[in-house]
Nanobody, 125 residues
Framework: QVQLVESGGGLVQAGGSLKLSCAASGRTFGSGVLGWFRQAPGKERGFVAAISWGTGNTYYADSVRGRFTISRDAAKNTVYLQMNSLKPEDTAVYYC??????????????????WGQGTQVTVSS
């Protein structure tokens, strides 16, 4: 059973930075994708960023490209989301999600097998 544990959320002023972590356990690494999604109150959960465990290839939503950076540390089985130049509209619960195989439809939350519990990010104006 794959387990994902997020950390690093909090309250920050607009223009500030936060770094989220997602520690993964219970899977064989080298394949699949880990993604970050977010859900704001009253909105659907949406794609933020994704990274291939094997190749390190990355993808970003247009709304965060250039401000957020996703990375992985294979030795620690951990994926990070560095968030810079934060805006109030980035306020949401952020979830990491693990997909064991493949890359197609990486932006669809339905293509992921396992989810973390979520961590709150609040950006004040």
């Amino acid at each position: 059973q794959v387990q994902l544990v997020e950390s690093g959320g909090g309250l920050v002023q607009a223009g500030g930075s936060l770094k989220l972590s997602c520690a993964a356990s219970g899977r064989t690494f080298g394949s699949g994708v880990l993604g970050w999604f977010r859900q704001a109150p009253g909105k659907e959960r949406g794609f933020v960023a994704a990274i291939s465990w094997g190749t390190g290839n990355t993808y970003y939503a247009d709304s965060v490209r250039g401000r957020f950076t996703i990375s992985r540390d294979a030795a620690k089985n951990t994926v990070y989301l560095q968030m810079n130049s934060l805006k109030p509209e980035d306020t949401a619960v952020y979830y990491c999600a693990d997909r064991l195989y493949g890359w197609v439809d990486y932006y669809r939350d339905t293509s992921y097998n396992y989810w973390g519990q979520g961590t709150q990010v609040t950006v004040s104006s």
